[in-house]
């Protein structure tokens, strides 16, 4: 699976071990049995999700391949229960036109003073906005060349790229620690560059998981499913 975000970002869903069926399997290996058929085992993953005995969904694991601005990137790597192996700056050059421009300005938003809502301006100072942010990155990345081309060091030299340039990551996460961040960076309040990739990886996992995805609807988003018990 594979997703192009924002200008020219990525998501890919790289590799995935286990299932539903696994998180079954390691709930009811307490009691020694196993999967019993798809009628109770969906009402098994319901009734761990809502009484939150999550430990089972810790062994469905995902790897994926990320490619996003450093300042969205930043925001992830705050979820520490899960592993990053990132692109690094000592040893790559970076791509001097890989950087993020926004298709739209936001301004702060006037509930969540740390939040931002899109601006009410006119295409002219919407083309200046761009225009701005593309003139500011680009001489960012010109410093950086020339310190290359005098010898500076990759390490020292990176420090002059802006936020917004394009950084690439693995990252493996098991289930459990996915909807956590899922229930964090799918939120209205979460930046909005960080929460198309949240919604892209969230359609991901949906699709390979697709008991637990309708325990997580019914349970975190409210979309009603008949009350189960398990068995």
């Given at each position: 699976m594979d997703t192009a975000l924002l200008d020219k970002g990525f998501v890919k869903l790289v590799d995935a071990l286990g299932d539903d069926v696994t998180v079954v399997k390691s709930a009811r290996v307490s009691f020694g049995s196993g999967s019993k058929g798809e009628e109770k085992d969906r009402k098994l993953i319901r009734y761990l999700m809502a009484h939150g005995h999550e430990t089972p969904f810790?062994?469905?694991?995902?790897?994926?391949?990320?490619?996003?601005?450093?300042?969205?990137?930043?925001?992830?790597?705050?979820?520490?229960?899960?592993?990053?192996?990132?692109?690094?700056?000592?040893?790559?050059?970076?791509?001097?036109?890989?950087?993020?421009?926004?298709?739209?300005?936001?301004?702060?938003?006037?509930?969540?003073?740390?939040?931002?809502?899109?601006?009410?301006?006119?295409?002219?100072?919407?083309?200046?906005?761009?225009?701005?942010?593309?003139?500011?990155?680009?001489?960012?990345?010109?410093?950086?060349?020339?310190?290359?081309?005098?010898?500076?060091?990759?390490?020292?030299?990176?420090?002059?790229l802006p936020q917004n340039m394009y950084t690439e990551f693995y990252w493996t996460v098991n289930a459990r620690a996915l909807m956590n961040f899922l229930k964090l960076r799918c939120d209205v309040h979460a930046q909005y560059e960080i929460r198309v990739y949240a919604e892209a990886i969230r359609d991901m996992f949906f699709e390979k998981m697709p008991w637990t995805a309708a325990a997580y609807r019914e349970i975190y988003l409210g979309e009603k499913e008949e009350a189960a018990t398990p068995s």
């Open positions: 810790e062994h469905t694991v995902f790897q994926f391949h990320v490619k996003c601005p450093i300042f969205v990137a930043r925001q992830w790597f705050r979820h520490r229960w899960s592993s990053f192996n990132e692109i690094s700056g000592r040893y790559t050059v970076f791509d001097e036109g890989e950087f993020y421009v926004p298709d739209h300005k936001r301004v702060k938003e006037k509930v969540n003073k740390q939040g931002s809502e899109v601006a009410a301006i006119s295409d002219e100072e919407h083309a200046a906005f761009r225009t701005r942010v593309e003139a500011e990155c680009r001489r960012s990345v010109d410093a950086y060349k020339e310190l290359l081309e005098q010898g500076t060091a990759k390490e020292v030299a990176r420090i002059l």
